[in-house]
Structure formats: C-alpha cells, structure tokens
C-alpha cells in the first residue's frame, strides 16, 4: 500500500455482510482503503421512499445527491460512507412538500454528517470528558470532531430524572 490507495474488488467483501454491519437497507457499490481511511460508497436497496410530511411512497426520481457521513472506525481506521441518494417528488398532490429527499433513519438523523453511532460516542465522551479533552480522545478512536461539537451533542441531550430507577 505504502500511502497509495488500494481499491478492492467488491467480491472480496460479500455486499450483504456489510449491509448487515452497516444496519440498513444499503447495497455498497465500492470500497477504496487509505493507510488512515476506509471509504465505503453505498446505495439504497429500497425502490421507493416514503414522503416525510404525508407518508406516501414515491418512486418517481427527481434527482440523486451524495451525503458522506462519518462512521466508527474499523481496525484504528477512519470509516467514511458515501451515499448515493436520490430526490423524489411526492405523488400526493394535496401535500405541501413537492420534492423531498430520501432518509435513512436508521442511519443518521436529518442533515447529520456522522451516523447515530458516532453522535451516540460523542456525547458519552462528552459527559465523561467535557469538550476538550473529549475531542482529544476522539481523534485517538478516529472519530475526529470538535470539543463545540461534543459540548454540543451533551446540550442536546434531554435531561434524565434524577433519582429515577
Ligand atoms: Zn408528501
């Protein structure tokens, strides 16, 4: 490898194990390896998407779209998942919304750059942590982010009652 990219065959990697790793109704397209970085691309499996303001399903494309997000990592490397996305416009004419973009909430949320999973890290090194030093260890598991991102992602959090259970 000695810092090139090394792009593998994708028959080296059963598509349907790292759907199942991944967690979602994604087929992965390609995969490049870095020394520092693994870089998955991905496409959805579903033909349709369901509409998020009424919940009809569409299958009339309007466009596609890439989102990258960041994933944990994998042996000490970076996990980047890009997906191929697509527009749909909504086939209910009475609803307000006329294209929407698909989601995978399983995933990520909404306009996320990292998935649930990474977010999930982040705020427990927040609690733990605190910004700083969070964002420090962070870059040492490879899921590098800001202290303002982890302080953040603890914000977010709904309080717990405490003295429940
Ligand atoms: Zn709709």
Do not use: W
């Not at 990592?73 to 294209?99: K, T």
């Not at 969070?134 to 899921?143: F, I, N, Y």
């Amino acid at each position: 490898m000695m810092g090139a990219q090394l792009k593998l065959a994708l028959v080296m990697l059963p598509s349907h194990l790292l759907s199942q790793l991944i967690g979602t109704h994604l087929s992965p397209t390609d995969l490049v390896l870095t020394p520092n970085l693994i870089a998955v691309a991905l496409t959805p499996t579903e033909p349709n998407a369901l509409c998020p303001v009424c919940g009809q399903p569409s299958d009339d494309v309007h466009s596609r779209y890439r989102r990258l997000l960041a994933d944990l990592p994998i042996c000490g490397r970076q996990l980047a998942l890009i997906l191929s996305l697509r527009r749909f416009f909504c086939l209910n004419a009475g609803c307000r919304r006329h294209i929407f973009c698909e989601r995978i909430p399983a995933l990520a949320a909404a306009h996320a750059r990292s998935t649930t999973r990474v977010a999930h890290l982040h705020r427990t090194l927040g609690f733990a942590l605190g910004g700083e030093p969070g964002s420090r260890l962070a870059a040492e598991l490879a899921v590098p982010t800001s202290a303002d991102t982890i302080l953040r992602r603890v914000k977010c959090t709904a309080p717990q009652k405490l003295g429940a259970g």
